[in-house]
């Protein structure tokens, strides 16, 4: 009999493993239903919809295995890397799904909410004041004029499954929408800048190298203290605060 896995639970969302069915809890009924129409709309591996019964999706494992984790080491060679490079240069040439994204937040709104963010890291004594000021300095090349593209939203390297160099799947796309092209690529290569270059090599094109380092820093700021109130730790090895660190 297959057991049940937990594969992440906190009081938002919860995500259970049964043999080779993912079941999805989520208690934003929006989330799942942006989930299921740009799958059906990204031009790259999905994993297949079993069935819908809100608030639970049901989807099938898709095979090969994950390049790595944040705080651990990467799995994946740097053909691997590349391949993954390019199947995200694939999705951002696609048609723009209809609505906005995470990476899709404005100038204006994402710029206040780092500035109340930071203001709470310090004040709360979450990170040392200058750690937090000079990550919101780096963070300041995010913010500028972008052009909108297909976006994943999350694309942690936990989401991106590949066989061999060849990448089976991408999970996980809740937050998918309109947005910066390079939130992705940053939140792709977040604690594994060793591997940008093989990236950026599948993605073909150039980019600039201190956006993806703003939004390296941008986005460890914004979510330090909501992984710490969720029972994860960003202060592991590897994780968002020695990637705040780095920048020093």
Known sequence: MDEVEVVVAHSERATLR??????????????IDVE???MSLAPVPTPEVLWRNPPVLAIAAVPGTTLGRLGGPSTGSPAAWAAAGAAIRKLHDAPLPPRPGRAGRSIDALAAELDDE???LVTNGVLPADLVTRNRQVAEAALRPWTPVFTHGDLQIAHVFVDGDEVTGIIDWSE?????????????TLGHEEHLDDVLAGYGTDVDLDVIRAWWSLRSLLIVRWLGEHGFDPFAPGCEVDVLRSRM
Not at 18 to 31: E, N, P, W
Not at 176 to 188: E, M, N, V, W
């Open 176 to 188: 998918a929408g309109q947005g910066d092209a390079l939130f992705d690529l940053a939140t792709f």
């Open 118 to 120: 930071c203001e709470r």
């Open 36 to 38: 299921v129409e740009v």
């Open 18 to 31: 049964v043999g080779d069915v993912f079941l999805k809890v989520d208690s934003d009924q929006a989330r």
